[in-house]
């Protein structure tokens, strides 16, 4: 386990090389304002005043009006839950409490990996294919990140343009890359009314959300590869795929207006010759499944989008090009 980084919005400790625990802590804060934004999925007991496991998997508990949420997560694992270990984890922090009265300055933190790669559940599978095959030197060193259902659209619930920036703060990466707006098809409040997206105001308003956020990482020092989403076949919400579509064409337009980030469209190398969703593609001469379901992809699929990022990561980092390892 690596030491303890704070950032917000939690601290977070690296486990391996892409798994992390994070932890927040929320002084004058209720049970139910700390839950407010999401679904029970497990009840919990003997755990402060009240705990449970929520529906993104986080433990939520309360004690002494003050809330704590822990989080396990590591690329690939979309449903554990790690019940039994967060519950103990849970006991350990209400065991030791943050010391009274003020406290000092925190020593500096060296510059971390040259290369941050964040997202929601879909960079999971990429995180784990670039450090696979892709990860062979100091210089392309990754701290990956991803939070299950998050997005740009909901800061109540994920923060990530504020977390991105925090992040880049901290660890001063060379290359933030990101991939992460499955969850982005949602309606927007915009002007005291909801708004789909695909309407103007919607995409004024995510297009301002995600220009923010690249404005951010570039005056942090970054250059930035912001990576869109390929073709998707998701039965239970029929309207996904057109949602991506118009979220890729603000994400290259937003791109283009800010020097230092570029737009990676994955559908180049996962759609199919049509431009649709393509479940299989052939490799080395072999029709192969590149897909864990409708949206996310599986370990072939992963190392294809890995390998097709993989020039364009070593020219934003000036590397010079060199031969990158077969797709699966």
């Known amino acids: 386990m690596g030491p303890a980084t ?4 939690y601290c977070e400790w690296l486990v391996g090389k892409n798994s992390f625990l994070a932890l927040a802590v929320e002084p004058h804060t209720s049970f139910n304002a700390a839950t407010q934004y999401v679904a029970t999925l497990q009840a919990v007991s003997g755990l402060g005043s009240q705990a449970i496991i929520a529906n993104n998997r986080y433990l939520y508990f309360t004690e002494r009006s003050t809330s704590y949420w822990l989080l396990w997560q590591t690329p690939g694992d979309f449903s554990t839950l790690n019940t039994s270990q967060l519950v103990a984890l849970g006991h350990d922090v209400l065991g030791n409490r943050l010391p009274s009265g003020r406290i000092g300055p925190l020593p500096p933190v060296p510059p971390g990996p040259p290369i941050y790669f964040a997202g929601d559940s879909t960079v999971a599978g990429p995180e784990w294919a670039w450090w696979a095959y892709h990860e062979n030197s100091t210089t392309t060193r990754t701290l990956a990140e991803y939070q299950v259902g998050t997005g740009m ?7 990530w343009p504020r977390h991105l920036i925090a992040e880049a703060a901290e660890h001063r990466p060379k290359l933030v890359i990101w991939m992460g707006s499955a969850n982005d098809d949602q309606e927007i409040l915009v002007n005291g009314a909801y708004r789909a997206p695909g309407s103007r105001l919607w995409d004024a308003a995510y297009a301002q959300t995600v220009g923010e956020a690249m404005h951010g990482l570039v005056s942090e020092g970054c250059k930035v590869l912001w990576i869109g989403e390929p073709a998707m076949d998701d039965p239970s919400d029929p309207l996904l795929n057109s949602a991506m579509q118009v979220i890729d064409k603000i994400y290259a337009e937003e791109a283009a207006r800010h020097p230092g980030v570029e737009f990676y469209n994955p ?5 199919s010759k049509s431009g649709g969703y393509a479940g299989s593609l052939w490799i080395d001469g072999v029709l192969t499944p590149v897909r864990l379901d409708g949206v996310h992809l599986n370990i072939a699929g992963s190392a294809v989008l890995a390998n097709a990022i993989a020039p364009f990561v070593d020219r934003l980092l000036g590397i010079n090009p060199k031969p990158h390892h077969a797709a699966a």
């Open 267 to 271: 559908g180049v190398v996962l759609n």
């Open 6 to 9: 704070p950032t917000y919005p």
């Open 153 to 159: 659209v909901r800061p109540d619930f994920f923060d």
